[in-house]
Every structure is written in C-alpha cells, then in structure tokens.
C-alpha cells in the first residue's frame, strides 16, 4: 500500500493511538492469563468490549481493537480452558480474519493475527503453514504495525521452515528495536535460532537460552519450536538436562509474568 507523507503520518498516529489503548486495557488480561485466573480472563474480556462499543472510534479503529481482543481471548481459550474445542475455536478465529474492510489498520491487523495463529498451530503440529500462505500474510503487514511480537511470530516459523532470511529479518528486528519487554529471552532465542541454522551453534548457547528461562510459556515455545533440532544436533547432554530441569523446577513453584527491563542493542553473532 503506497501511502503518501500526510496519511503515513497519520496512520502512525493512529496505530500509536490504537496501541496505547490495547495496553491500558488489554495488558490486565495477558496478565491474568499468565496468573492462569480463566474467570478473571473472561471477565476483563467482556469489560473492555464494553468500552471498546461505548469508545468514539472510527469503523476502522474498533473492528482492529476488536480483532485483538478476539486473539487474546482465543490464546486464553486454548491454554486456559480444559473443555475447550480445539479445532472448531482455530476455524472461528480464521473465519473472522477473513471478513476484515473497515480499513488499513484492521485489514493489517488481520494479516499479522492470521499468521500468529497459523505459525502456532504450525508450531504445535495442528496444521501446516504453507511458503506462499505465510508470505502473502506477511507481505499484507503494514511496515509501521511490524512489532516485536510479530517477529517473534515470524522467527517460529522460519525456524521451522528453515528459512533463514526470515530469522535474519527478526534478529535484525529485536537487535535494533528491543523495547525491554522480555528482550533478553526473545534475542537470545533467536540468535540461537540463527547459530543452529547456520551450523554454528554451541553448548553454551544452549545454556544461556535455559538460564533465561522465566515462565513456562516461554519454555513451551522453546520445547516445541528448538528443543527437537537442539536434541537432533547433539547439543543437549545430560548436564544441559539436570539444569533444565532445575530451572523448570524454579519456573513452577514461583511462576512469573514476563517483566520489563530496560530497552537493549546488541551486536549480531557472524
């Protein structure tokens, strides 16, 4: 989409305007979906759609708020509740990712759910991810709606696929941008992402990404998405083990919410 100087900016501040409001009152429910608290998920849930309808929002402006509320409710869904109906909740979400016109930003928004939700269920071997399915996802993103999250998104699939553009692409991302938010985790597990599909990827790479270890969704992610190639690659010996365990041990008597440090730049491995 070619937009020219006067609605570039003015897009920008509109998604600015549209992420400060999903993190004043969507930030409440992330955190209880990590306090694994399902009835105060559904709760908050209800109340910010109840802003969300009474807000003064443009079309555009309230079905993308729509939209990530829609995805946070589906993440709580899918971890949270034990009677939940897998595939039909992953045919309703993509369904109405479908079904997006209000304008840019949601029909942005559309893509970069659609391909957070297609790489995990890649992840989780639910179902594939096909090349042309996640570029043409990718390439509907707007560049200014590009956030960390995203990239992590797009690093799992890379990953996956072993494309290694992509994972240079995030790295370069998270190096450049980090805002602090989980930001040490999230460049460690792609640098290790990078060294594997490089060949050049050590013990002690290794070692670092399960010393960071903070929770067990982050672990969840590294068990599905690297342990396999970490195992397959001879990387994992017994002492590796031991300390995985003992930090999985830790994570599970005193779990924590990801924690927000300050924002960091490193330099990328050759």
Avoid at 29 to 51: C, E, G, S
Avoid at 205 to 223: A, Y
Wanted: with cysteine; aromatic share 8%; glycine share 2%.
């Amino acid at each position: 989409m070619d937009l020219g100087t006067n609605q570039q900016e003015q897009l920008v501040t509109k998604v600015l305007r549209l992420t400060d409001w999903y993190q004043q009152w969507c930030a409440p429910i992330v955190k209880a979906v990590y306090d694994q608290d399902f009835r105060l998920v559904q709760q908050l849930i209800t109340q910010v759609r109840q802003r969300l309808a009474a807000s003064d929002l443009d079309a555009d402006g309230k079905q993308s708020l729509a939209l990530r509320i829609r995805y946070v409710e589906w993440q709580a869904e899918r971890i949270l509740n034990p009677h939940v109906r897998a595939e039909q909740l992953n045919r309703d979400i993509l369904a109405a990712l479908a079904d997006v016109d209000a304008g840019p930003i949601s029909q942005s928004l559309a893509c970069i759910i659609r391909l957070q939700v297609r790489s995990t269920l890649l992840r989780d071997e639910q179902a594939d991810y096909p090349a042309v399915d996640f570029e043409r996802d990718f390439a509907g993103v707007l560049p200014e709606m590009r956030s960390l999250e995203f990239w992590h998104y797009v690093s799992s699939w890379a990953f996956l696929k072993q494309r290694v553009d992509f994972v240079e692409q995030a790295m370069a991302e998270h190096t450049i941008h980090a805002d602090g938010y989980m930001s040490d985790f999230l460049w460690q597990r792609i640098n290790l992402m990078y060294q594997v599909l490089k060949g050049k990827a050590t013990r002690q790479d290794v070692e670092e990404i399960v010393k960071r270890l903070e929770n067990m969704f982050q672990w969840v992610n590294v068990e599905k998405v690297l342990w396999p190639a970490l195992e397959e690659t001879g990387l994992v010996d017994d002492e590796i083990r031991e300390m995985l365990a003992a930090q999985l041990t830790r994570i599970r008597q005193a779990p924590q919410a990801p924690r927000r440090g300050p924002a960091t730049k490193r330099i990328i491995k050759q």
